[in-house]
């Protein structure tokens, strides 16, 4: 260590100037920056050290942070063709993210985020914890292994905002008797618990055997430190009960859902049921589904909010008529919008106060994926290697796209340079005008080059990306069928009126023929080049 007699006299200047900042000071600067800036910010001194890892700053800084929201694609097969799990934040304005959530694998399923934190369930016999800031993530051991019939949407995600506990629940299924290994039954009577710095994994027993297909179906989320999913009950008018397990008493509850039966719409079929998270409120969501397409959904989407936990008072919070072909796929509360998907594949935003219904979002469909930048988990496997291929080649072409725009540019500036060389040998004031006006259009005006992006981009991003580049290429061949038909224009003049002044030469035309000659052999050399 440098001791203070041998540092230099700025450095010890500098260091002066920064312990004497006050630290409320400098913490209210930190709450500006983002989590990558404060990692760096870390190893600048002792005193930032502190300050940006205490548990107090943490907290503050998470609590001034900007609020996005997370939607999450799963892996999919589309037309026989894999695509990975992706996903992409939303800003408070409703603008989408570029770069790919470099800690998601392309077979992730996502089972919870909190404070910046995901939860990511794999097919491996473990769960990923990740940091969305600081792309850091731990594997943690499944609490059983080899588990036939284990789903994502048992695994899930809580944080308890008065013991500032992060906790994983995982719904473990009654197994079989006769089974030589683990096997979830459609229910389940243990609740798996494990706090983040524990060294295992907790059984709580449930008050009775509960559905998992309830879960599968319907979901389930965490809100203020309490987990909460839909169970069975048949004498409900809902058919429907909600239960709750506090992820800090570790106990487990019942709420009863609205008495008032949801209105049925003669033409529909079997209702549906989801429970979901809206405004840091507990909501369900229910609508019927098409007859004879029993993922379509028909009539209205109601929305019922919990108002009152204990007096377990509902209200309903929406009712949202259905266009005739909109499914239960991914669907997202943010703000004032909700974002529901249609058969076509795409999602669009509904204004839940207003009336725009159809705004398009972006398509579901994915062309892209995501790639880390340092780990690839996940991506070695054979399934992605055409995935893989495709990015590839789309990087090819913006590659060839570029090298030819600055290949014509340049051949461009040749021509001109050129042209104007040869202009003094026409004689004819008209043509030589004419010309002269005309050269200017030899300048293909493409667009300023940007730098490619070094991270992979997100699938929104990345489909953006190759519609730009589809424009890009198209543009290109008009630019350069305009130019080639000036190009040929020019030196069509230019021949000509050589041509008839080589006829008309005489002892006092101004210009010898050997000039004429030279002029003309220089007006042919331009033509294998601009005609290919």
């Known amino acids: 260590m440098v001791s203070e007699e041998i540092k230099p006299k700025k ?41 940006i890892r205490g548990p107090q700053f943490v907290t503050s800084h998470l609590q001034h942070a ?3 929201a997370l939607l999450f694609f799963p892996q999919e097969s589309v037309s026989g063709e894999p695509h990975p799990a992706d996903a992409i934040l939303i800003d408070e304005a409703w603008s989408l993210s570029t770069y790919a959530v470099p800690v998601i694998g392309p077979d992730d399923f996502l089972c919870g985020s909190f404070n910046g934190l995901l939860c990511l369930y794999t097919k491996s016999s473990t769960l990923k914890i990740a940091n969305l800031a600081t792309g850091e993530f731990l594997h943690l051991e499944k609490p059983v292994k080899n588990l036939r019939g284990d789903h994502f949407l048992f695994y899930n995600f809580g944080f308890h905002p008065l013991t500032k506990e992060y906790k994983i629940t995982h719904l473990l299924g009654d197994s079989i008797e006769g089974r030589p290994r683990p096997h979830n039954n459609n229910r ?11 060294e295992k994994w907790r ?38 009960a909600v239960m709750t397990f506090d992820l800090c008493g570790e106990s487990f509850a019942q709420i009863q859902l609205p008495a008032t039966k949801p209105e049925d719409f003669a033409a529909g079929g079997s209702r549906r049921y989801w429970i979901r998270e809206m405004d840091g409120k507990v909501c369900v969501a229910t609508a019927q589904t098409c007859p004879s397409l029993p993922r379509w959904l028909v009539g209205k989407l109601q929305i019922w909010e919990l108002e009152n936990k204990t007096e377990q008072r509902w209200i309903q919070k929406y009712n949202i008529q259905y266009s005739p072909d909109y499914i239960p796929g991914p669907n997202l509360v943010h703000g004032d919008k909700i974002i529901l998907q249609r058969c076509d594949g795409n999602l669009y935003s509904y204004e839940l106060l207003g009336e725009n219904f159809n705004t398009e979002l972006y398509v579901y469909k994915k062309t892209a994926i995501v790639r880390r930048p340092k780990q690839r988990e996940g991506w070695e496997l054979k399934k992605w290697e055409a995935w893989e291929h495709e990015l590839s080649e789309n990087e090819r072409m913006w590659s060839d796209t570029h090298r030819d725009e600055h290949k014509e540019t340049a051949r461009a500036q040749r021509y001109r340079m050129m042209i104007n060389n040869l202009l003094p040998h026409i004689l004819d004031d008209t043509i030589r005008q004419e010309i002269s006006m005309n050269i200017n ?8 080059q940007q730098p490619r992006p070094i991270r992979r981009l997100n699938w929104v ?13 198209k543009k290109y061949n008009t630019i350069m069928k305009a130019t080639d038909e000036v190009t040929s224009s020019i030196i069509s ?40």
């Open 11 to 51: 450095q010890r200047d500098e260091e002066c100037i920064i312990n004497c900042l006050p630290g409320e000071l400098i913490e209210r600067i930190f709450f500006k920056l983002p989590v990558s800036t404060l990692l760096r910010c870390t190893g600048v001194c002792e005193q930032w050290h502190k300050i």
């Open 66 to 68: 900007p609020h996005y």
């Open 188 to 198: 389940f009577s243990v609740v798996q618990v494990y706090t983040l710095g524990d």
């Open 203 to 240: 059984d709580i027993k449930t008050p009775e055997a509960l559905s998992l297909n309830c879960v599968k179906n319907s979901g389930a989320v965490t809100i203020d430190g309490t987990l909460y999913w839909l169970i069975e009950d048949v004498v409900a008018s809902w058919q429907h």
């Open 441 to 448: 259009q030899i300048s293909p005006n493409f667009p300023d």
């Open 461 to 473: 991003a990345q489909k953006q990306d190759l519609q730009n580049l589809n424009a890009r290429m």
């Open 493 to 532: 003049m230019m021949g000509g009126a050589i041509e008839d002044q080589k006829r008309a030469s005489s002892s006092n035309a101004g210009i010898s023929s050997h000039n004429l000659s030279e002029a003309d052999d220089d007006v042919k050399t331009l033509i294998p080049e601009s005609l290919p």
